[in-house]
């Protein structure tokens, strides 16, 4: 096997790097304190083609592969997670969806401008009573004969306040059960669409998250993704990619928490010396290493996967699985080794750790990780 990255891949790792650093770090502890939006910031990124990574370069993205996507991901990550939460969203859910399923016409009216980030996109199938459950939609979807009448609720939205291109997941006929579920396209500004108050998060505190109301709203035939009833696979399929989006920002936040817990304990003395120099943070160090290493195979392999046109329900799973609990670990412990001052803002390990935990909750909760691992294994 070989393990080492092409030169396009290093190129890709640097440039995010180096915009996490220059762009995303200053400011990154104001943005969380008063949960402002990176406006200008996603705006950056969609100039520097990270928000249509994996869509082809006529439809305005920057035509990379998944394993891209993973290394800028980690890079983004390490520096602002409610940056890279606004990327994953883009790239894993909204773009790959538009262009994997979508007609033509989606493709040349939605999928260009989001590729460039000229425009940003939001995924909504959770709902009150249906997160992890996306079988029992509540919101409705009822064919009128050239439009579908939608009417329910979403919430958890990220980007919910500032997107401008919704896929929304809804019932159509409940008969069907799963069998009856679509997909549409839904714009802001649509009449009986509205956008609810901003939610008070623990972490990722920058980034947008919004219940959304939907009263008589019209949309348009034209704006269904795939076949009446394939809305339930939609989902599916597209949350599989998205795992790997957040594995990767999981693995970022680990990274990120790791190097800064690694550098304060080479300036930091106590009894006398560094105290790196002594075993309990040095193991602390080596565990955590450990840990970040294995989370960045998994995140690599299911890339690997998706790139080579492999099932990666299972390693994507894995990925998001294992990185979330890394990120956890990870970002405790750095906390640990800073004592006192890990409890501080400045710092940044706070951030890290309170951030860490929604990667073990969104798209799909560990729970639901270890759910879709024992279906597949026990197939075998």
Known sequence: MDFKLTEEHLMIQKAARDFAQTELLPG???RDEKQIFPTEHIKKMGELGFLGMMVDPKYGGSGLDTISYVLAMEEIS???ASASVVMSVNNSLVCWGLQTFGTEEQKQKYLTRLATGEIIGAFCLSEPEAGSD???????????GDHYLLNGTKNWITNGGTADVYLVIAQTDIDKKHRG???LIVEKGMPGFEIGAKEQKLGIRGSDTHSLMFTDVKVPKENRIGEDGFGFKFAMKTLSGGRIG???????????????AKKYSKERKAFGTEIC?????????ADMAVQIEAA??????AAWDK????NYDLSGAMAKLHASQTAMDVTVEAVQVHGGNGYVKEYHVERLMRDAKITQIYEGTSEIQKIVISRSILAE
Request: net charge positive.
């Open 181 to 183: 579920i679509n997909a």
């Open 134 to 144: 996306a079988t029992s939609q509540k919101t409705t979807a009822i064919d009128k």
């Open 78 to 80: 390490k520096i602002d």
């Open 246 to 260: 957040i594995a990767s920002q999981a693995l970022g936040i680990a990274s990120g928490a790791y190097e800064l």
């Open 296 to 301: 960045r195979h998994l995140c690599l392999k």
């Open 307 to 310: 790139d080579n046109g492999h």
């Open 277 to 285: 120099n002594h075993q309990a943070i040095a193991f602390k160090l």
């Open 28 to 30: 990154v502890i104001e």
